[in-house]
């Protein structure tokens, strides 16, 4: 390899040299001086902020197909849904029986 072709390799890689925001970075750095309170106390207040967006796009979404007749992109996921078998009480209370029995065998 020439050197011009290396230089050509090293031009094409990005590098990503940003830094997170600075409230993830104010976490990193209570985490590192053993301030795990106020690093779990940042964590809990971006999550909260982040189910908050979630909630606000999902609340859009639903008012837009309630309100505008939008269809729901949902609607063929539910097809693929696993269903489940839900157990009577009297099912299940004859399977305890049923190892109990084995237990005193």
Same mark, same amino acid.
């Given at each position: 390899m020439t050197v011009s072709e290396v230089d050509t390799i090293d031009n094409e890689v990005?590098?990503? +040299? *940003? $830094? =997170? =925001? =600075?409230?993830?970075?104010? &976490?990193?750095?209570? !985490? &590192?001086?053993? *301030?795990?309170? #106020?690093? +779990?106390? %940042?964590?809990?207040?971006? &999550?909260? %902020? #982040? $189910?908050?967006? $979630?909630?606000?796009?999902?609340?859009?979404? $639903? !008012?837009?197909?309630?309100?505008?007749? !939008?269809e729901d992109e949902d609607i063929e996921d539910e097809d693929d849904q696993l269903e489940l078998d839900l157990e009577t009480e009297d099912e299940s209370e004859s399977e305890d029986e049923d190892d109990e029995e084995e237990d005193e065998v």
């Open positions: 990005e590098v990503n +040299n *940003e $830094l =997170p =925001p =600075p409230h993830i970075q104010d &976490m990193i750095q209570h !985490a &590192m001086d053993n *301030e795990y309170t #106020k690093a +779990n106390n %940042v964590f809990n207040d971006l &999550m909260t %902020v #982040k $189910l908050n967006d $979630l909630l606000d796009q999902e609340e859009v979404r $639903l !008012a837009d197909i309630i309100y505008n007749g !939008a």
